[in-house]
């Protein structure tokens, strides 16, 4: 059970701290009336201080320290931090540079939504062994799926540790290792990919992409079938947001995953002078609260009255906006895989050809954010086979560049679990300012200066919480966010 | 325990086909993997402080054994935020419930640094009825009663980039926290941004294959004979980077690689950090033995204790 306070009214508090099988240090606080959520508080709780730390460095040394933010996706903030840098030192990368880095970001995708799927969220639907870490778990865990299919998910989360693994080798032939990744940084990557070293990385790839075709994405439309009232819930402000990902010109605005915004049932161009960070609920000083990126500060205030979070409020437009797959599907809106097609129909009675035709009810939900994630995982993937054609074996990836005096760069990027922002300021040859607006503060964050709550919060107004000794859906929406 | 012995000894030797084993591992690990033994698993808790995760990400990719082996069969792992099953105060309860039940007998593990600072706020990881803990208090109470503490990646080792300069949140290594605190549980350091999973699963192994043989303290004992002036493995930790590598004759020979991409040469010209760290990447190499640091780019010293600061700039021009 959760920590829990009945109230007379029939209104109790249930705090969920630690949020498990997430990356981090996350509590949830929610208020439960008949049977349902109608308020929530999401906590952030650790703080580092890496824009600090990064004060004063040589610039390039970003792009090896800001990968530490997290170990599940570090290709994803070197990508970042290379972006910025590339920006600010004025360097052109090649496009075997590009090429290489889409491989090695996109081979840690996959792996970061197998991981996902299987090792953080699959035990909210899927019964382990009698064993730790598989127990404890809530004495009434809601786990519906019938002993077959249970079995088919225990030996698909073993097999999928292998494959996660293999996908990580493939950032490891061209980034030198993972976690943590020497290959990206300022003006391309480090190592030029020979015919061998493609043929190691197709090889383990054929692997990875038949996983994901046979198993990852059948297995989450099946789960899916079984909960279909996970379809229901978790919607929150329906509004979303993408900075686009995988490049596939030189120019870097054509992207795979494409940059855009959905506000108010409304599609809009993405255009970053739009964001703001807030602070009034963070334990972060007031004086920095509503600033632009490029002029972003982080003073810790962790004693500041009516604060709850080391997340701060980042909106687009001043609205709260979620990230991450469901986002990026939303705003690209590919085709769906023939196996969604095909299970969309027979298990949904839906007749679904592009990801939109799921509807917005659907999709903007807890099992429509796990389809999503399957979904962009397919599309990756395919993306992967056309790199590996295009890419020119022996081809330079690499652009020597002067480090300047002084100069200014903005990195966007989309990490596996949503928007990615570092904007780096050089003064004196070393870094005068570095901000970043992480992934899973664009969804985890409180409520912003105007009151409002964050994507978070919001999607758990609703859920369903039937007994409060083991509420499993809170939790169950969190994860969907891979947060 | 009961991993077979190829995995064993693959565990040991790395992946390099035709290296020396004698050269690779110290004796006692040799002995301990190279016999399959059958055992309860012993219990470990895994707390995580100012960590990224990638330790624990790391640990996922161990090949020999396999990290379904590991967790099904050498440990039994009653806490770990990232991978339990159970959630807040359910998952809370698992370790005040396996420190009772297990007093002076389960591992902790420690991944991360430990703020100080403003009562440890900086780090709020629980709530058990009603009472928030910060990762401070938690290690405070469970650290006295462990068997022995691991403290996994440069942040638990030796604070790392948490507590580089620049830092407010009074970050400190564990063995520093312990040492304030007057908690006197031993300490193995396995530092690494991230450390390689050998390193990880070839302690664990052989602390408990030792333990299991000798008894708890006597074996510990064993443990701390071969741990470095840093508190490190030396099978592990005691060769130098620069000294095992490939490319050390290019650097006799004055033969410098110009940019990252030109590979027939040396890489200290470009910043490599080798000359000034310690571990077996080199031999091992990493995920699987398809790449390693300096193969790739360069090394950054992530092992060592003045990471990042005393390794920074990471790059030269």
Not at chain 1, 191 to 199: D, H, M, N, Q, R
Not at chain 1, 245 to 256: H, R
Not at chain 2, 271 to 287: L, M, Y
Not at chain 2, 300 to 307: A, L, N, V, Y
Request: charged residues 20%; positive net charge; glycine residues 10%.
């Amino acid at each position: 059970m959760a920590t829990s306070t009945p109230a007379a009214a029939g209104k109790a508090t249930i705090a969920i701290d630690p949020v498990t099988r997430i990356e981090g240090h996350l509590k949830a606080e929610v208020v439960v009336e008949n049977g349902k959520v109608v308020d929530a508080h999401i906590t952030g709780g650790m703080y580092r201080g890496f824009e600090a730390i990064l004060q004063g460095r040589d610039p390039r040394d970003a792009s090896q320290l800001v990968q530490r933010l997290c170990g599940v996706c570090p290709t994803s903030h070197s990508s970042c931090s290379a972006l910025a840098q590339d920006a600010a030192f004025k360097v052109k990368v090649t496009e075997n540079g590009r090429i290489t880095r889409n491989l090695i970001l996109g081979a840690n995708y996959l792996q970061s939504h197998i991981l996902h799927f299987y090792h953080l969220a699959a035990l909210d639907y899927v019964k382990g062994p009698e064993t730790a870490p598989f127990i404890p778990r809530f004495k009434a865990p809601d786990l519906r799926l019938s002993d077959d299919i249970n079995k088919v998910g225990v030996d698909q989360y073993l097999e999928a540790l292998e494959v996660r693994r293999i996908a990580h080798e493939m950032v490891a032939l061209f980034g030198g290792r993972m976690p943590h990744v020497h290959g990206i940084v300022a003006g391309g990557t480090t190592e030029i990919p020979t015919k061998e070293k493609l043929t190691e990385y197709g090889a383990r790839f054929l692997k990875v992409k038949e996983f994901i075709e046979k198993k990852y994405l059948p297995c989450v439309y099946t789960v899916g079938s079984v909960y279909k009232d996970l379809f229901k819930q978790g919607q929150g402000h329906k509004s979303c947001i993408s900075f686009g990902v995988f490049p596939l010109d030189a120019s870097g605005k054509k992207t795979l995953l494409k940059a855009g915004v959905y506000l108010n049932g409304k599609d809009g161009n993405f255009d970053p002078k739009q964001i703001k960070e807030y602070v009034k609920y963070s334990w972060f000083d007031d004086k920095t609260t509503g600033l632009p990126y490029d002029r972003g500060q982080t003073i810790p205030d962790v004693n500041k009255k009516g604060a709850y979070s080391f997340a701060k409020s980042p909106r687009y437009n001043d609205k709260p906006v979620e990230a991450g797959p469901l986002a990026r599907m939303w705003i690209t809106n590919p085709e769906l895989s023939a196996t969604g097609q095909q299970l969309l129909k027979e298990k949904f009675g839906l007749n679904a050809k592009k990801f939109r035709d799921i509807g917005v009810d659907l999709a903007f939900s807890i099992m429509g954010r796990h389809v999503a994630r399957a979904e962009e995982t397919l599309l990756v993937a395919n993306a992967i086979v056309g790199w590996i054609k295009e890419i020119k074996p022996g081809g330079e990836t690499w652009t020597k560049f002067e480090l300047p005096a002084s100069g200014e760069g903005l990195g966007l990027t989309e990490a596996p679990r949503g928007a990615l922002l570092h904007f780096l300021r050089v003064a004196d040859k070393k870094i005068g300012n570095y901000n970043i607006v992480p992934a899973t503060v664009w969804n985890v964050n409180p409520r912003d200066d105007m009151g409002v709550r964050g994507p978070m919060e919001e999607a758990l107004i609703g859920v369903e919480v039937k007994d409060i000794d083991n509420p499993v859906n809170v939790a169950r929406l969190i994860r969907a966010f891979d947060p | 325990m009961s991993l077979n012995r190829r995995d064993f000894v693959k565990l040991c030797t790395g992946t390099v086909a035709g290296f020396g084993v004698s050269q690779m591992f110290h004796p006692a690990i040799r002995d301990a993997l190279a016999d399959t033994t059958n055992g309860g698993r012993p219990p470990v808790l895994w707390l995580s402080g100012q960590s990224c995760t990638g330790c624990s990400v790391s640990l996922l990719d161990t090949a020999h054994p396999t990290i379904a082996d590991v967790l099904l069969k050498v440990i039994s792992l009653n806490y770990h935020s990232t991978v339990m099953a159970g959630e807040g105060e359910v998952a809370v309860a698992s370790i005040f419930d396996t420190v009772k039940a297990n007093k002076g007998k389960f591992f902790l593990v420690m991944e991360g640094a430990v703020p100080t600072e403003a009562a440890g706020k900086y780090c709020i990881v629980a709530e058990y009825k009603h009472k928030e803990y910060t990762v401070a208090e938690l290690l405070k109470m469970v650290a006295p009663e462990a068997a022995a503490v691991l403290a996994v990646g440069t942040c638990a080792a030796f604070g790392g980039i948490p507590a580089a300069k620049g830092s407010t949140t009074g970050a400190k290594s564990v063995s520093a926290f312990l040492k304030e605190n007057k908690i006197a549980t031993p300490v193995v350091n396995l530092s690494g941004c991230p450390p390689h999973p050998d390193w990880i699963v070839g302690t664990i192994v052989l602390a408990l294959k030792l333990t299991q043989e000798k008894g708890l303290a006597a074996g510990l004992g064993e443990v701390v004979k071969i741990l470095d002036a840093d508190g490190r493995p030396n099978p592990f930790y005691g060769d130098n980077v620069h000294e095992n590598c490939p490319h050390l004759q290019s650097y006799d020979g004055g033969k410098f690689c110009p940019s990252f991409t030109h590979k027939d040469g040396c890489r200290y010209e470009l910043g490599c950090k080798g000359p000034g760290a310690n571990c077996d990447s080199p031999k091992r190499k990493w995920n699987g033995g398809v790449n390693w640091c300096v193969e790739n780019a360069t090394c950054i010293g992530c092992t060592e204790r003045d990471f990042p600061d005393g390794k920074s700039p990471f790059y030269s021009n």
